[in-house]
């Protein structure tokens, strides 16, 4: 069982920047694939990025909608996983999310994550 909390959300202008933060308690964090995704006003949730166990390697959404603009990574001396956005925009509006899989493989699919945070929202004013 793994526990994740996320932190960070709040209101921010366009142009701004954000650091969101996901602490993980329970079994071992460094078995864990991580990912945030997000989740708009009436809109499905989406994959936003994912990082391999070791933070070697980072995944992203297909689209190039944050792109140059958000940096995932992650800490696991401290089971923690980060999501730096950059340049805000106010379609970055969302509540954001992060999930762990327990696997040896990368997914974007929110069926393929196990474990999920309660989600901190973020609200970029234009």
């Known amino acids: 069982q793994v526990q994740l909390v996320e932190s960070g959300g709040r209101l921010v202008q366009a142009g701004g920047s954000l650091r969101l933060s996901c602490a993980a308690s329970?079994?071992?964090?460094?078995?864990?694939?991580m990912a945030w995704f997000r989740q708009a006003p009436r809109k499905e949730r989406e994959f936003v990025a994912a990082?391999?166990?070791?933070?070697?390697?980072?995944?992203?959404a297909d689209s190039d909608s944050v792109k140059g603009r958000f940096t995932i990574s992650r800490d696991n001396a401290k089971n923690t996983v980060y999501l730096q956005m950059n340049s805000l925009k106010p379609e970055d509006t969302a509540v954001y999310y992060c999930?762990?899989?327990?696997?040896?493989?990368?997914?974007?699919?929110?069926?393929?994550?196990?474990?999920w945070g309660q989600g901190t929202q973020v609200t970029v004013s234009s």
């Open positions: 999930a762990a899989r327990g696997s040896l493989y990368y997914s974007s699919r929110r069926d393929d994550y196990d474990y």
């Open positions: 329970g079994r071992s964090f460094v078995s864990y694939y």
């Open positions: 990082i391999s166990r070791s933070g070697g390697m980072t995944y992203w």
